[in-house]
């Protein structure tokens, strides 16, 4: 497990531009343990506030972004839905940094290559703060939701099992 001192990703030069309040938080990364439990208990918060942003396909939509609380697993069909479509299934893993920019661990919502459609499981909205991925592990951002959800576009919904 290596911490090492991280550099301004692209998710946080964007946010600072847009004058949005937030904060970074570091914490150790395990290469084995990349699930969002970890991260939670590395950076000492509710699993609850911690949320992990998926990257799905729609079958005649396309990409997508749903932002779940990190002790959730997505609903395909509630996404699906919600991205107005009848089925969507989760992109493989050796596509998410070609399509993205971003790797397993260390997605954000913020600062995809292309803008993509997003959806926030209504959750984060009954919270001040929510962490999600700075862009790269080893790094979180602290921020509100609303603003978050604001700033990235994004609808809300319920996207969980």
Same mark, same amino acid.
């Given at each position: *497990?290596?911490?090492?001192?991280?550099?301004?990703?692209?998710? =946080?030069?964007?946010?600072?531009?847009?004058?949005?309040?937030?904060?970074? =938080?570091?914490?150790?990364?395990?290469?084995?343990?990349?699930?969002?439990?970890?991260?939670?208990?590395?950076?000492?918060?509710?699993?609850?506030?911690?949320?992990?942003?998926?990257?799905?396909?729609?079958?005649?939509?396309?990409?997508? =972004?749903?932002?779940?609380?990190?002790?959730?697993? =997505?609903?395909?069909?509630?996404?699906?839905?919600?991205?107005?479509?009848?089925?969507?299934? *989760?992109?493989?893993?050796?596509?998410?940094? #070609?399509?993205?920019?971003?790797?397993?661990?260390?997605?954000?919502?913020?600062? *995809?290559?292309?803008?993509?459609?997003?959806?926030?499981?209504?959750?984060?909205?009954?919270?001040?703060?929510?962490?999600?991925?700075?862009?790269?592990?080893? *790094?979180?951002?602290?921020?509100? #939701?609303?603003?978050?959800?604001?700033?990235?576009?994004?609808?809300?919904?319920?996207?969980?099992?």
């Amino acid at each position: *497990m290596a911490k090492a001192k991280l550099n301004k990703t692209n998710a =946080v030069r964007l946010l600072e531009a847009a004058g949005i309040d937030f904060s970074t =938080v570091e914490y150790e990364v395990d290469e084995n343990n990349l699930d969002a439990r970890h991260v939670a208990e590395s950076v000492g918060e509710d699993i609850n506030v911690v949320f992990k942003t998926l990257v799905l396909r729609g079958e005649r939509t396309g990409l997508f =972004v749903c932002v779940v609380p990190g002790n959730c697993e =997505v609903d395909l069909k509630k996404a699906a839905k919600a991205a107005g479509d009848k089925k969507a299934e *989760m992109i493989a893993v050796k596509e998410l940094l #070609p399509l993205t920019g971003y790797i397993r661990g260390g997605c954000s919502p913020i600062g *995809m290559k292309k803008p993509l459609r997003t959806f926030f499981h209504s959750s984060a909205l009954n919270h001040d703060i929510i962490y999600v991925s700075a862009g790269v592990r080893g *790094m979180q951002i602290k921020i509100d #939701p609303k603003k978050l959800i604001e700033f990235v576009g994004a609808e809300t919904t319920d996207l969980v099992q």
